[in-house]
């Protein structure tokens, strides 16, 4: 099953709900949102209650796009990762890197959660 992107802005943050496997023969999250950070989109959520699979390349495509967001004063926040995914974050030591938000029904101040973030 290849990954499926589905795409939402709430306020100024876009989340994309994920949807299939995240691994090296599907580079088009990375792709996605560097396209979206050049039109000037800078905080994401990553939804991944729907991903079956992650593999390493999934993994670094995540962190290649925590980094260039960082880098340019954005923010990416997962939301929802599975058991298993939630294991291979822990695993990996990525639990510390990326927060993870757990709220299935997340629309109102998900821009709260990054302007907090921002101003602190």
Not at 1 to 15: A, G, H, K, P, T
Not at 39 to 49: P, V
Not at 110 to 120: C, N, P, Q
Request: charged residues 30%; neutral net charge.
């Amino acid at each position: 099953m290849s990954l499926s992107i589905e795409i939402r802005r709430l306020d100024d943050v876009v989340m994309l709900e994920l949807c299939g496997r995240l691994s090296i023969f599907e580079p088009n999250l990375r792709h996605l949102v560097r396209k979206l950070m050049e039109q000037g989109d800078l905080n994401f959520i990553i939804d991944l209650a729907n991903v079956s699979y992650v593999d390493n390349s999934g993994l670094g495509q995540l962190c290649l796009i925590y980094t260039m967001l960082h880098d340019r004063r954005g923010e990416m926040k997962l939301r929802r990762p599975t058991a298993r995914i939630r294991k291979l974050l822990r695993i990996t030591k990525l639990d510390s890197v990326f927060e993870v938000l757990e709220d299935a029904n997340l629309v109102d101040g998900t821009a709260t959660l990054f302007r907090s973030a921002l101003s602190a």
